[in-house]
Nanobody, 124 residues
Framework: VQLQASGGGLTQAGGSMRLSCEVS?????????MAWFRQGPGGARQFVIG???????WSADSVKGRFTISRDVAKNTMYVQMEKLEFADTATYYC??????????????????WGQGNQVSVSQ
């Protein structure tokens, strides 16, 4: 399983951005739980938002109401739409996947597959 993330860049506070994560696998994307994590400068990698294989979503309190996760099965691609971006959202963002489950995993070690990081920078 390979994850290829795209998107990111620089925006102003209050702006929007979308990240994509394309899954290359013999299985379709809806066989996996998927998530986005982020890592700020000098910080640990932290859970941001996730979805179960059957599209139940959950998110960190810091992004509730601002970030939305979605998937396009036909394109085998997951997205995170980020609205009302804040300076504190500045980080390297990583997409992640694991075998499908009803559980809402938030730990870095819960996920087997990772995409490369994409930088999101929000200016004040």
């Amino acid at each position: 399983v390979q994850l290829q993330a795209s998107g990111g860049g620089l925006t102003q506070a209050g702006g929007s951005m979308r990240l994509s994560c394309e899954v290359s696998s013999r299985r379709t994307i809806n066989a996996y739980n998927m998530a986005w994590f982020r890592q700020g400068p000098g910080g640990a990698r932290q859970f941001v938002i996730g979805t179960t294989y059957d599209d139940i979503t959950w998110s960190a309190d810091s992004v509730k109401g601002r970030f939305t996760i979605s998937r396009d099965v036909a394109k085998n691609t997951m997205y995170v739409q980020m609205e009302k971006l804040e300076f504190a959202d500045t980080a390297t963002y990583y997409c992640a996947a694991r075998g499908g489950s009803w559980r809402h995993y938030t730990g870095e070690s819960d996920y087997e597959y990772w995409g490369q990081g994409n930088q999101v920078s929000v200016s004040q």
